[in-house]
Nanobody, 118 residues
């Protein structure tokens, strides 16, 4: 089994920055990719950032995704946050559970609430 545990989030003022962390643990042979999705209130889950360079248009230029490969972690920072950034943010990982056989599974974190409000 693989677990993804997120941290960060909470209440952020408009114009401020948010920073989220996610650590993967468990039966990990090798990580194929990690990223972040979010689900705004009343809307479907949507991509925020994935891999090294893929960003949604809604955060492009304001968001930075980064990795600590040694610790199996992924981070997300969004600057100049807006009320539209309010959402539950989910960590995502596509992980080789058997690299020699090319077997991969997708995993999700439990989600962390981010509220942008003054």
């Amino acid at each position: 089994q693989v677990q993804l545990v997120e941290s960060g989030g909470g209440l952020v003022q408009p114009g401020g920055s948010l920073r989220l962390s996610c650590a993967a643990s468990g039966n990990i042979s090798r990580i194929y990719t990690m990223g972040w999705y979010r689900q705004p209130p009343g809307k479907q889950r949507e991509l925020v950032a994935l891999g090294a360079t893929k960003y949604s248009n809604s955060v492009k230029g304001r968001a930075t995704i980064s990795r600590d490969y040694a610790k199996n972690m992924v981070f997300l920072q969004i600057d100049m946050v807006k009320p539209d950034d309010t959402a539950v943010y989910y960590c995502y990982a596509d992980i080789y559970v058997d690299f020699s056989r090319g077997v991969r599974n997708e995993y999700w974190g439990q989600g962390t609430q981010v509220t942008v409000s003054s």
